[in-house]
Every structure is written in structure tokens, then in C-alpha cells.
């Protein structure tokens, strides 16, 4: 069973929008939170992670919020660029090691 | 410096064959991980190393699955009579221990059992 459920599956976004990627936990061991960037033929590399005694963590134009109570974090990719899209996971990690990762979401932003 | 690399980077066999992949971690890395990821789906845990520990082999999905990492550096996962459903991108990690803990990613083993 998905331990991290993970949405959209895909979307579109002009250049310049906001693209908004949403995913849920149960698990209230899960103790950090990665996002993950995917390109073709490339591995997932760390975008951007948040603890949950945090609810929002920015690093240049992405941007996690974290709802510890609601038990869901979400990804805001802000000023969208074409280079920006590629496939985004978002995981969950208990026990110092074990990475519980969504489906992933395929961003494609339009020029 | 490297980044963790893989091979091959494409394999095709035939159902019921032995496949072995391959995986380079990160020079000094002392955890190593493998993961699955199939057609439209996240990445599956399949197997996790560290050190001289006991391996967590929790992921593997059946008993065809094996893999070993040889003086705590280079590991091979191994795939027993293929079947058709074994078909995905196969990827290996490797991390130090530290603040974040870290995951680097290879680029990953393109497999497909016709």
C-alpha cells in the first residue's frame, strides 16, 4: 500500500504560473520530508526537504508547506520555467533511512 | 567528484533469464539503498546496506530478488527467471550518515523482460 499519496498525477502550467503539487501521510513516524526532482533517463535528486516542527520552508522559487495536523505537505514551484519540467516526488522518511515516495507528478510548463 | 553510477544503463533479456545489475556508490557512502521504479509509479524500496550491518531486505517483492554489497562498496542486485512484471527502471542510492542523511541517486538500470 502507497504510504504517501501524491497529486496530481500530471499538470500543465504557463510560464510564469504557480505550479502546486499536494501529498497526504498517515504514518505520524515519518520524520522528514524531500521533495525530489526527476529529468528523463536521469535518478530523482533532492529539490528541497522540511522537518515537520516547521510549516513552510522556501528555497528560491520552491516552496514546501507543511500541515503537521492535517497530515499533508505540498509543493509550490512559483514563476514557473520551462526548465522546470520534469517528474516530482514527494517522500516521507521514519527511521533515519527508509524513504516512503508518492507516485510522482508530471510537470510541463508552457513557453 | 562521481556521482553513483550504474550499469548497464539498458538491459533487455528474455523471461526466465538471470540479470545482474550493478551499482557504484559514492566513494566513502557508507549506506547504499535499491529501489524499483515501475511504468507511471513511485520509487519502491526493494533493499538498504550499511556498513557491516544486516541488510534490510524488507522491499525485495519475492524470493527471485537478491542482492549483496561487496566490501561495503560496489553491490549488485540480482534477478533470478525473469518474468514480464520485473520490467522497470532499477535504481541505486548511497548515502553518508549526517544532518539530512541524504539519498544520491544514480541514473539508473532500464530493464525489460521480454
Known amino acids: 500500500q502507497q504510504q504517501v499519496k501524491q497529486s496530481p498525477q500530471s499538470l500543465i502550467v504557463q510560464k510564469g504560473g504557480i505550479s502546486i503539487i499536494n501529498c497526504a501521510y498517515e504514518?505520524?513516524?515519518?520524520?522528514?520530508f524531500p521533495w525530489y526532482q526527476q529529468f528523463p533517463g536521469k535518478g530523482p535528486a533532492l529539490l528541497i526537504a522540511?522537518?515537520?516542527?516547521?510549516s513552510e520552508k522556501k528555497e528560491g522559487r520552491f516552496t514546501i508547506s507543511f500541515n503537521k495536523s492535517a497530515k499533508q505537505f505540498s509543493l509550490h514551484i512559483m514563476d514557473s520555467q520551462p526548465g522546470d519540467s520534469a517528474t516530482y516526488f514527494c517522500?516521507?522518511?521514519?527511521?533515519?533511512?527508509?524513504?516512503?515516495f508518492g507516485a510522482g507528478t508530471t510537470v510541463t510548463v508552457r513557453a | 567528484g562521481a556521482g553513483v553510477s550504474q550499469s548497464p544503463s539498458n538491459k533487455v533479456t528474455e523471461k526466465g533469464k538471470d540479470v545482474e545489475l550493478r551499482c557504484d556508490p559514492i566513494s566513502g557512502h557508507t549506506a547504499l539503498y535499491w529501489y524499483r521504479q515501475s511504468l507511471g509509479q513511485g520509487l519502491e524500496f526493494l533493499i538498504y546496506?550499511?556498513?557491516?550491518?544486516?541488510?534490510?531486505k524488507s522491499g525485495l517483492p519475492s524470493d527471485r530478488f537478491s542482492a549483496e554489497r561487496t566490501g561495503g562498496s560496489v553491490s549488485t542486485l540480482t534477478i533470478q527467471r525473469t518474468q514480464q512484471e520485473d520490467s522497470a527502471v532499477y535504481l541505486c542510492?548511497?548515502?553518508?550518515?549526517?544532518?539530512?542523511?541524504?539519498?544520491?541517486f544514480g541514473p539508473g538500470t532500464r530493464l525489460t523482460v521480454l
Open positions: 517522500a516521507a522518511r521514519s527511521n533515519d533511512y527508509k524513504l516512503s
Open positions: 504514518n505520524t513516524a515519518f520524520d522528514y
Open positions: 522540511i522537518r515537520p516542527d516547521v
Open positions: 542510492a548511497s548515502s553518508s550518515p549526517g544532518a539530512r542523511n541524504e539519498q544520491f
Open positions: 546496506f550499511q556498513g557491516n550491518s544486516a541488510p534490510d
